[in-house]
């Protein structure tokens, strides 16, 4: 058993001698295992050139899953919501033209059914982390689910939304480290590394890291991504945009295709040091 206190009630996302660690396979990935997965991609999708531009180049650079939002959470309503199900349509032709796996955000309980039709891992975005309908319903889904924690959510809170999903059935759950609320105001968040060998030693599930909104600026994405997979993440999350200065939404923290393939490059030699590989 654990010495860290933060598993009181926890009942199937720790991990004991009955419970080994989870791998939570994606097509021929597993999420948990010796590859570091790296899941890139634009924040939202916006039209097909961009989708498919960025889809290309991180496929080309090594990324293993590719990610897009299609229902945008926005804090203003002002804002791009996403292209919704024509997104999700896009995201799906990007897939079957690079063959990468998709990750995007499911924003309520009615869009499940919709958006599960399209992709290969469901994410639970970082505000609706504790919406318990949400968590349910995903639970009751035949895809894995990302599950971001809350920017305001302790560690034991997190793995109590966690249960929700396990507990209605679903057992492929993956936790995201996304920061979280600080008094540092230089970045956007604080990407809370401690998460990771805190969940890795009391928590079957896999974890992964985004340093993208952990941070919120782009020349801070590739140290923080190496310091979560060197921690021991089990991959990252990370934004990638063909035209940053241009993107709809997160520009500022989105990597340009070359900088994201210099990551990679820096990554396989840390994955190896870490006793795993990048591909
Ligand atoms: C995202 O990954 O696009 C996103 C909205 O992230 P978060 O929920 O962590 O803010
Ligand atoms: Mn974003």
Redesign the pocket.
């Known amino acids: 058993m654990t010495s860290l206190a933060v598993t009181q009630g926890i009942k199937l996302a720790v991990k004991n001698d009955d419970q080994p660690a989870t791998r939570v396979k994606v097509g021929d990935l597993v999420v948990g295992g010796e590859t570091v997965i790296v899941m890139a991609g634009p ?2 999708v916006e039209t097909d050139e961009q989708l498919m531009e960025t889809a290309r180049e991180v496929k080309e650079a090594g990324a293993h899953i590719l ?1 897009g ?1 299609a229902f ?2 926005r804090t203003l309503p002002y804002s791009f919501q996403g292209l919704g199900e024509e997104g999700l349509k896009l995201l799906s032709r990007a897939r079957d033209e690079t063959g990468l796996p998709i990750v995007t ?1 499911v924003m309520s309980p009615e869009d499940v059914e919709l958006v599960e039709a399209y992709t290969d891992i469901l ?1 639970i ?3 609706n982390m504790q919406n318990f309908p949400l968590l349910k319903r995903v639970g009751r889904a035949s895809k894995p689910v990302l599950l ?1 924690r809350g ?1 305001s959510a302790t560690i034991y809170e997190w793995l109590g939304c966690a249960e929700y999903i396990l507990s209605e059935g679903n057992p492929d759950v993956i936790l ?1 480290e ?1 920061g979280i609320r600080s008094f540092n105001d230089v970045t956007r968040n604080t990407l809370d590394i401690s998460a990771v060998p805190i969940i890795k030693q009391v928590s079957r599930l896999p974890i992964i890291v ?1 340093p993208s ?1 952990g941070t919120g600026i782009r020349s801070l994405v590739a140290p923080m991504t190496k310091a979560g997979v060197a921690a021991g993440a089990d991959g990252a ?1 990370v934004e990638v945009h063909c035209d940053p200065d241009h993107a709809l939404c ?1 520009g500022a923290q989105s990597l340009r295709p070359w900088e994201f393939r210099a990551l990679m490059g820096e990554l396989e030699p840390l994955a190896r040091a870490v006793g795993k590989r990048l591909s």
């Open positions: 924040c939202t990610r939002g945008k959470p955000e994410q975005g970082t505000r971001k920017m995201c996304r985004d909104h999350l997160d």
